[in-house]
């Protein structure tokens, strides 16, 4: 029906869709939209989590989950308080997917496999009646005059309406302009895009009033070129802490080294709290890694003269005092100075405060950065300040609302970004839907 009110959501990714479905299941007389730039629906949540989708995160307390975001924490403490991770999990299981908890909090389909998750996505979504496009990038945006929205967009006016118009408000109508050179006017609109230099959705809510915070990496491992490190891509640490020179930033959980150096939760998560910190200093600082905490020198020290003492004709490299790899370990001993072949008898007082310095205290020089494979998150986007987080309206630009990472806020590493994408696009879509 041509008089229905349409409401557009541009973005397909987890966001976009989830605002579009909650937006149409609350006014099913609404007409809702959905336009996604690409031929690929979803794509961010087929990739997340090597394939299996890290849905969201078992922390079920708003207080305590929203210290998971360096950015946005104080404006998502409201929203949570509506929809958090136990909404999430209830509202997969009401659609046939369980969802399932890992030892780190992380949660998947039981699956694992992230198409059980897009598929649900898409059948909620045509079951509640929103109409999918692909290949249908928004070139630009504008709104349509008071005056129209006041008569509907219908028939023109009649002479009596002509002589005597209606007071013009503010306009709640918008006019997108669409790449394939087609416009499409709605109701109501709803930005979710994702966040990125390259997200022309920013340049979109620039131009209807909004400020933008320059989108910069927050998820992303760190480039080493060192010689304890070379050969060993694969290799894992449960449990670190990693800090970085010269700042307060510190964090700990398990490390991984790749190829390029290093990366894990304990590196995703320094750097999504340091993201402009890191940017600033253009990727470049000096990095400590703890391998053994919580030892300190003192007690890694005791460490290695109890090793001593217990097997005095071992070689140290055949025994561990901590809970690292054998090639990471024998690394660390070859930095220190010492050969893997060393019996611990001739094991000097001298060469284990060396090895010591090694395990707890680490030094690495980083050059630069790469984009976590499975999270290319960003930081940046529209200034929280100028949204309300009540509807995720605009509080410049009435009927334009927002969701996901097309604000200026992310999360850390572990469900955490898809938990605010579907509580801001279940915001933003109700919200849309009351008009």
């Not at 990714?13 to 690409?38: D, K, W």
């Not at 890694?289 to 071992?314: E, M, Q, V, Y």
């Amino acid at each position: 029906m041509a008089d229905r009110p349409l409401i557009v959501a541009v973005g397909g990714g987890g966001a976009g869709f989830f605002a579009a479905i909650a937006c149409a299941e609350e006014n099913p007389a609404a007409r809702v939209l959905l336009l996604e730039s690409t031929a690929h629906l979803l794509a961010k949540v087929r990739i997340s989590g090597g394939g299996r989708c890290n849905v969201t995160h078992a922390c079920f307390e708003p207080r305590e989950l929203v210290r998971r975001y360096p950015r946005g924490h104080a404006e998502l403490l409201g929203p949570f308080h509506r929809w958090q991770p136990r909404d999430t999990v209830a509202w997969f299981a009401a659609r046939g997917v369980e969802l399932k908890t890992e030892a780190d909090g992380r949660m998947f389909p039981v699956t694992d496999n992230s198409a059980t998750i897009v598929d649900c996505l898409q059948r909620a979504a045509a079951s509640a009646g929103v109409t999918v496009r692909t290949g249908s990038g928004v070139r630009a945006v504008g709104r349509l005059p008071a005056v129209a929205a006041a008569n509907g967009g219908a028939s023109p006016p009649t002479p009596d309406a002509r002589a005597h118009p209606p007071a013009p408000g503010p306009s709640k109508r918008f006019e997108l302009a669409l790449a394939d050179g087609t416009t499409v006017a709605c109701e109501r609109l709803i930005l979710a895009t994702g966040g990125g230099r390259s997200s022309g959705a920013l340049a979109l809510a620039q131009s209807l009033g909004h400020a933008i915070e320059p989108p910069v990496p927050s998820l992303f491992t760190f480039h080493i070129a060192d010689p304890r490190l070379a050969g060993l891509a694969g290799v894992s640490v449960e449990n670190v802490v990693a800090t970085v020179a010269g700042t307060a930033l510190r964090e700990s959980g398990p490390l991984l080294v790749t190829h390029a150096g290093l990366s894990g939760p304990a590196v995703l998560k320094l750097s999504a709290w340091g993201a402009r910190e890191l940017a600033a200093a253009g990727y470049a600082f000096g990095l400590g890694i703890n391998f053994a905490p919580p030892h300190t020198r003192s007690g890694a020290g005791d460490a290695l003269a109890a090793a001593r003492a217990a097997h005095p004709r071992r070689q140290l490299g055949s025994h561990c005092p901590f809970a690292l790899p054998t090639r990471l370990w024998h690394r660390l001993l070859e930095a220190a100075g010492v050969a893997p072949s060393l019996p611990w008898a001739n094991f000097s007082r001298q060469q284990a405060g060396l090895v010591a310095a090694q395990v707890v205290d680490a030094a690495f020089t980083v050059t630069g950065k790469s984009m976590n494979k499975e999270e290319f998150v960003t930081c940046g986007g529209v200034r929280l300040a100028e949204v309300d987080f009540r509807t995720m309206e605009s509080r410049l630009c009435p009927g334009l609302h927002f969701a996901g990472e097309m604000l200026d806020l992310d999360g850390i590493t572990g469900g955490f970004n898809f938990q605010a994408a579907w509580t801001t696009g279940w915001i933003a879509g109700r919200a849309a839907a009351a008009g």
